[in-house]
């Protein structure tokens, strides 16, 4: 079954900080990727997406995210964090054109003035 | 503004009515969505349309609904048979089914 999983439900950081979070999708062959974020009472919006081509994928906000292949990851990192990138994180995955997206759990990061 | 309309925001019903729920698009989008999200189960596929008068189940159909009579539009009814029908229902679009999806803000529903 397909399946994409994302490890850790909460997050909580200071400004500044560094941010890394994990991403793993259990499905072979071609996939595309895709990372959404919630802000607190807005829509889920689309940070970024990889279809195929260059691995490191840059999105809105200062985002980025590195599909390796051999690791089944997708995770998501801002070198810098702000307090308004406190929202909740989900992590999808597509296995082939066509196929419907697979959401992970989802991850809620809050920063910390 | 193009963009994807939901209503009501809140709604509010008591064990056993149907209820139905609104999804509007003007993006010219194919394909059209409707997600359960759960605290801690990200979001689950209800149904799916690729084209107007077609859709397909997802992965937790049971006790919904839906019809696509019309491009823009892809209302979801709450069935009487949902055993868990409280939760936020959202609705997206693509342009394909391989494309990126688009979500509109979502409706919370209650049932009482």
């Known amino acids: 079954a397909q399946s994409v999983s994302q490890h850790n439900h909460h997050v909580i950081l200071s400004e500044a900080a560094s941010l890394e979070l994990g991403c793993n999708y259990s499905?072979?062959?071609?996939?595309?990727l895709f990372w959404y974020v919630q802000y607190p009472g807005q829509h889920l919006q689309l940070l970024l997406k990889y279809f195929s081509g260059d691995p490191l994928v840059k999105g809105i906000k200062g985002f980025e995210a590195e599909f390796i292949k051999s690791k089944f990851s997708f995770n998501l990192r801002k070198p810098s964090v702000q307090w308004s990138d406190t929202a909740e994180y989900f992590c999808a995955g597509q296995r082939d054109a066509g196929n419907m997206l697979t959401f992970g759990g989802g991850t809620r990061l809050m920063v910390k003035p | 503004d193009g963009g994807i309309t939901q209503s009501p925001k809140y709604l509010f019903r008591k064990e056993g009515q149907n209820v139905t729920l609104s999804c509007e698009q003007n993006?010219?989008?194919?394909?059209m969505y409707w997600y359960r999200q759960d605290p801690g189960q990200g979001l689950r596929l209800i149904y799916y349309s690729q084209i107007v008068n077609d859709f397909q189940k997802g992965d937790i159909a049971e006790g919904y609904s839906v019809s696509r009579e019309k491009k823009e539009s892809f209302p979801l009814t709450v069935t009487s048979a949902q055993k868990n029908p409280t939760a936020f229902y959202l609705c997206a679009s693509s342009m394909g089914t391989s494309g990126a999806q688009y979500f509109g803000p979502g409706t919370r529903l209650t049932v009482l």
């Open positions: 499905y072979g062959g071609t996939v595309n």
């Open positions: 993006l010219n989008h194919d394909a």
